[in-house]
């Protein structure tokens, strides 16, 4: 069964940055879609980012467009998001999530494998 592990969250100042990273351990990333979501207390959880397995399309929700990138590398086993220019709304725990097969990026019902999550807090 394929395993997740998200790092690289943390307190940062509104305008800054951070890279969250998403690691797959027992089996390779290679043939999976991957999808970052995040959630707050007592709402749903919300797709932010995906990207092929080939790397080769990716989708953002409108909030994050400009400012968050995605990226992976099938070598390292390794999936990331670039996080620009945070905003204290960004404020959230950030998952990501793994499937083959799938239609709609932003479901979370549509992924099969789930990281524990990495919180990311934007405040000044």
């Known amino acids: 069964q394929l395993r997740l592990v998200e790092s690289g969250g943390g307190l940062v100042q509104p305008g800054g940055s951070l890279r969250l990273s998403c690691a797959a351990s027992?089996?390779?990333?290679?043939?999976?879609?991957i999808g970052w979501f995040r959630q707050t207390p007592g709402k749903e959880r919300e797709g932010v980012s995906s990207?092929?397995?080939?790397?080769?399309?990716?989708n953002y929700a409108d909030s994050v467009k400009g400012r968050f990138t995605i990226s992976r590398d099938n070598a390292k086993n390794t999936v990331y998001l670039q996080m620009n220019n945070l905003e204290p709304e960004d404020t959230a725990v950030y998952y990501c999530?793994?499937?083959?097969?799938?239609?709609?990026?932003?479901?979370?019902?549509?992924?099969?494998?789930w990281g524990p999550g990495t919180q990311v807090t934007v405040s000044s």
């Open positions: 999530a793994a499937h083959m097969y799938g239609s709609f990026w932003y479901a979370p019902y549509e992924y099969d494998y």
């Open positions: 027992r089996f390779s990333l290679g043939g999976y879609t």
């Open positions: 990207i092929s397995s080939s790397g080769g399309s990716t």
